[in-house]
């Protein structure tokens, strides 16, 4: 009985576990896998996604919660060309995924990296919700049922096989009812950071932009710890440290 049911197992499930597995262990612990036709529906003609011709094509999003942290500084630490980059996180994701969908998938794959901005970048946020992953919440921020805002959104992984049905299940937004004290701090900011808003505006108002995502009351076990922060909203070279 249960060599049945091994047998019948979907070729998406095994390659997303597969993939899944070796994400987490290179600290991108937050994978969802979608049917490419549930966010395509909906997208604008430009940003809907490639499907290989298979309009249920796999798609797997990528994220991390604060476990990324630890795991990139120790691989910061190993790896020189790291060291050298203006952008050593978003490297270290681009570079972690190649490997890992070649040699988990075995099947052509494409990513998408939420870190590209050009020729446009890509409505991550929006894709995170159509797929029921996480709510977009007025603050502009991805907000998962269990981490809250404290999460990052890396990459869309597309594979050509077919996905999984479409599920029934829909994400209830956590801020559905929520008082959204997010915004005063979002307002707050906003008044306080000179426009247009850049890396660097932010950078010196860190504090007043970091004070929105400690105003949301879900997931705050998963905040992030000071030295992550620090690197995603100044970002100090880490070996300015
Ligand atoms: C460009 C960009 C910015 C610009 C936004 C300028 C603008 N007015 O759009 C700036 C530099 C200001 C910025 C700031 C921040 N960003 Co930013 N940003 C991006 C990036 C690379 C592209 C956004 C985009 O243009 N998407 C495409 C458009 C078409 O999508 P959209 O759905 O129409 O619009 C979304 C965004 O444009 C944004 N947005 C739209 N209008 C406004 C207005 C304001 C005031 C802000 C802050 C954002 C914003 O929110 C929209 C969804 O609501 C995304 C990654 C991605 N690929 O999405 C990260 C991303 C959205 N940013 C992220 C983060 C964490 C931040 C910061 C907190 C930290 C930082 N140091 O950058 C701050 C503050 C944001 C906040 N709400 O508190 C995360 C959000 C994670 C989450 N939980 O949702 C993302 C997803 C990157 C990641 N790797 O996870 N960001
Ligand atoms: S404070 Fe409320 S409205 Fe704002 S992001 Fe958190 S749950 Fe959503």
Same mark, same amino acid.
């Given at each position: 009985?249960?060599?049945?049911? !091994?047998?019948? &197992?979907?070729?998406?499930?095994?390659?997303?576990?597969?993939?899944?597995?070796?994400?987490?262990?290179?600290?991108?612990?937050?994978?969802?896998?979608?049917?490419?036709?549930?966010?395509?529906? =909906?997208? #604008?003609?430009?940003?809907?996604?490639?499907?290989?011709?298979? @309009?249920?094509?796999?798609?797997?999003?990528?994220?991390?919660?604060?476990?990324?942290?630890?795991?990139?500084?120790?691989?910061?630490?190993?790896?020189?060309?790291?060291?050298?980059?203006?952008?050593?996180?978003?490297?270290?994701?681009?570079? &972690?995924?190649?490997?890992?969908?070649?040699?988990?998938?075995?099947?052509? #794959?494409?990513?998408? #990296?939420?870190?590209?901005?050009?020729?446009? $970048?890509?409505?991550?946020?929006?894709?995170?919700? !159509?797929?029921? #992953?996480?709510?977009?919440? $007025?603050?502009?921020?991805?907000?998962?049922?269990?981490?809250?805002?404290?999460?990052?959104?890396?990459?869309?992984?597309?594979?050509?096989?077919?996905?999984?049905?479409?599920?029934?299940? =829909?994400?209830? +937004?956590?801020?559905?009812?929520?008082? !959204? @004290?997010?915004?005063?701090?979002?307002?707050?900011?906003?008044?306080?950071?000179?426009?247009?808003? +850049?890396?660097?505006?932010?950078?010196?108002?860190?504090?007043?932009?970091?004070?929105?995502?400690?105003?949301?009351?879900?997931? &705050?076990? +998963?905040?992030?710890?000071?030295? =992550?922060?620090?690197?995603?909203?100044?970002?100090?070279?880490?070996?300015?440290?």
């Amino acid at each position: 009985m249960r060599y049945a049911r !091994a047998l019948t &197992r979907p070729e998406w499930q095994e390659l997303a576990e597969r993939f899944s597995g070796a994400c987490a262990e290179a600290g991108l612990d937050l994978t969802s896998p979608f049917n490419v036709r549930k966010y395509n529906l =909906q997208a #604008f003609g430009n940003e809907r996604l490639f499907d290989f011709g298979r @309009p249920d094509a796999l798609g797997i999003l990528v994220g991390n919660t604060k476990r990324l942290w630890p795991v990139f500084k120790r691989a910061f630490e190993a790896e020189p060309a790291l060291r050298t980059d203006a952008n050593p996180l978003d490297s270290y994701v681009a570079a &972690r995924l190649r490997q890992l969908g070649s040699a988990t998938l075995g099947r052509p #794959f494409q990513l998408v #990296f939420a870190h590209a901005t050009a020729p446009k $970048p890509f409505p991550i946020q929006r894709l995170a919700e !159509a797929i029921d #992953f996480a709510a977009l919440s $007025p603050s502009h921020l991805a907000v998962h049922p269990v981490h809250g805002p404290w999460l990052a959104l890396r990459a869309v992984v597309l594979v050509d096989v077919e996905g999984p049905p479409p599920s029934l299940a =829909q994400l209830v +937004s956590p801020c559905r009812g929520c008082s !959204a @004290p997010c915004m005063p701090a979002l307002r707050r900011a906003l008044e306080l950071t000179p426009t247009p808003l +850049s890396e660097d505006s932010i950078a010196e108002h860190a504090a007043d932009w970091i004070a929105i995502r400690d105003a949301c009351p879900v997931g &705050r076990a +998963s905040r992030y710890e000071d030295e =992550q922060l620090t690197y995603h909203y100044t970002k100090t070279p880490l070996l300015a440290r």
